[in-house]
């Protein structure tokens, strides 16, 4: 199955980078016009859609397509259901809480272990993802295959930091849909549409738009989500801050054995600004030609590699497998 549950460790690892480098000089290059400013506006960004009931979702996503909840399996008999973790067979399974809103089925999220990717042992409960699904096993044939995704923290007034709704879109050769809706940590609100298609036997490609409030940031995302096996994910994000265009070119490769590695590519009005990499727990940064990046750049460049990866990983990839599996 494919090895996404451990890019949880990779992103974790991304959001936190320390700041490396030292005295250099080079050849000019394309430049930040305010990193620190960039790095605070990122921020809030970054902070909205990896809150730790999202980043949950993102890490039970394949167990919850091989726990039956799937658009495609859930039953009538599934829905006013509550869904728990079994740390034992791995699996979401039945239990006896009577929690779950009507019309749809409860699945409990939890603290995640970055090592293993599932939930951590003793369970601790970050919140909750409400699947309200439409299929033909509950509305009957013929009905467009539809399931809204609310995620929503603990507590007995629980806030909702995410959501978002996949509807099926027909297109000839391909399993297509759009995903769109929005996620929040409740100061910073990312809304998104991300129609997305999968070829038979190849990769996802999400290609959406996101707004930001407030810091009113639009962006130009794309996701394309791998197959099984050796492969790698790219995640990338287009915006404008400050008069320049800034991009974000990130790959992760996920290894039959092994942790995932990384790399980033920054770039600014269409040059390359920095690269970063992420390798068996080592970081490096490094801007053209080898110029060292101040700390202000380094801390921006953090930022910057993980903001393609939030969507991606905790909305896009869940999407996928419990919606259209690539698995």
């Not at 042992?121 to 919140?127: A, F, H, Q």
């Not at 297109?171 to 940590?185: H, I, K, Q």
Request: glycine share 10%.
């Amino acid at each position: 199955m494919l090895q996404i549950r451990a890019a949880v460790g990779l992103l974790a690892a991304v959001l936190a980078w320390g700041c490396k480098g030292g005295d250099g000089a080079g050849p000019p290059a394309p430049g930040l016009a305010d990193p620190a400013a960039l790095t605070s506006k990122l921020a809030a960004v970054n902070r909205a859609a990896n809150v730790a009931p999202l980043q949950s979702l993102g890490a039970v996503a394949v167990p919850l397509y091989l726990s039956n909840l799937d658009v495609n399996s859930i039953t009538g008999f599934d829905l006013n259901h509550t869904r728990v973790w079994d740390p034992n067979a791995e699996l979401y399974v039945g239990s006896s809480r009577t929690d779950a809103p009507d019309g749809a089925v409860r699945v409990v999220l939890y603290a995640i272990d970055s090592t293993s990717g599932f939930p951590a042992v003793p369970l601790v409960e970050v919140g909750t993802v409400d699947l309200y699904p439409r299929n033909d096993i509950i509305n009957g044939p013929l009905v467009t295959d539809k399931m809204r995704y609310v995620v929503s923290d603990t507590g007995m007034s629980p806030a909702v930091f995410a959501d978002f709704t996949a509807v099926t879109r027909y297109e000839p050769g391909c399993l297509c849909a759009t995903v769109a809706g929005w996620v929040t940590d409740g100061v910073t609100r990312l809304d998104f549409s991300a129609p997305y298609s999968i070829i038979f036997g190849g990769v996802a490609t999400f290609t959406g738009q996101v707004t930001t409030s407030p810091q009113s940031l639009p962006m130009a995302h794309v996701g394309v989500l791998p197959p099984l096996g050796d492969s790698t994910m790219s995640a990338d994000a287009r915006f404008a801050f400050l008069g320049d265009s800034l991009e974000s070119q990130g790959y992760v490769s996920f290894h039959a054995s092994g942790p995932p590695t990384a790399t980033f590519t920054i770039l600014v009005n269409g040059r390359t600004f920095a690269t970063a990499s992420y390798t068996a727990g080592a970081e490096t940064f490094s801007g053209p030609s080898g110029r060292v990046l101040s700390a202000a750049e380094q801390t921006a460049v953090r930022e910057l590699a993980a903001m393609p990866l939030g969507l991606a990983l905790n909305v896009e990839f869940p999407t996928l497998t419990t919606f259209y599996c690539g698995c």
